[in-house]
T-cell receptor
Framework: DAGVIQSPRHEVTEMGQEVTLRCKPISGHDYLFWYRQTMMRGLELLIYFNNNVPIDDSGMPEDRFSAKMPNASFSTLKIQPSEPRDSAVYFC????????????FGAGTRLSVL | AQSVTQPDIHITVSEGASLELRCNYSYGATPYLFWYVQSPGQGLQLLLKYFSGDTLVQGIKGFEAEFKRSQSSFNLRKPSVHWSDAAEYFCAVGALTGGGNKLTFGTGTQLKVEL
């Protein structure tokens, strides 16, 4: 398997623009997690899905952030409108059976909002 | 709610020297504990995990960690560090709080290895 695939690897956008980050989990994994990593706050869980259903979105910072998982092989994280403070590395991870099993991380998307 | 503290932001060791990275957790019940490693430009990779049983757990790449309930610690160790171990290391605690299934990560320790 190719692992967790995220796209794009790098995204530079201007404040106010819509940003969409994409993730393809490992086939057969039933959990999908979105994290954000910044120098100030470290690695934060934003939201996670189980069998395509959002379970906990308490980490989503505000209404400008939304995430979807239309099927088992694809998820998106959308920021609309984007702000400079959203600049961070966003990771997607997937696992079988939740955190007690290994979470496999993608390489991340580095987002810069100017 | 669970929390993790990694008191050392940066650590520098010489190649071949031993290594210990500290991790303290806060959680009301028996924790699920993890160590992950992140190489530059990469995602995180699991080194090892502890759920129950033997308090000394072995992981990949020659790493081990010891769970000490009395000290609320889960320190990561390696007897002899290799230059390729230079990376950022994250301790994490997992909890089934509120029906959830989530990890809380520490802020990480950046390891530099001097040749």
């Amino acid at each position: 398997d190719a692992g967790v695939i995220q796209s794009p690897r790098h995204e530079v956008t201007e404040m106010g623009q819509e940003v969409t980050l994409r993730c393809k989990p490992i086939s057969g994994h039933d959990y999908l997690f979105w994290y954000r990593q910044t120098m100030m706050r470290g690695l934060e869980l934003l939201i996670y899905f189980n069998n395509n259903v959002p379970i906990d979105d308490s980490g989503m910072p505000e209404d400008r952030f939304s995430a979807k998982m239309p099927n088992a092989s694809f998820s998106t994280l959308k920021i609309q409108p984007s702000e400079p403070r959203d600049s961070a590395v966003y990771f997607c991870a997937s696992s079988i059976g939740g955190f007690r099993n290994i979470q496999y991380f993608g390489a991340g998307t580095r987002l810069s909002v100017l | 709610a669970q929390s993790v503290t990694q008191p050392d932001i940066h650590i520098t060791v010489s190649e071949g020297a031993s290594l210990e990275l500290r991790c303290n957790y806060s959680y009301g019940a028996t924790p699920y504990l993890f160590w992950y490693v992140q190489s530059p430009g990469q995602g995180l990779q699991l080194l090892l995990k502890y759920f129950s049983g033997d308090t000394l757990v072995q992981g990949i790449k020659g790493f081990e960690a010891e769970f000490k309930r009395s000290q609320s610690s889960f320190n990561l160790r390696k007897p002899s560090v290799h230059w390729s171990d230079a990376a950022e290391y994250f301790c994490a605690v997992g909890a089934l709080t509120g029906g959830g299934n989530k990890l809380t990560f520490g802020t990480g320790t950046q390891l530099k290895v001097e040749l």
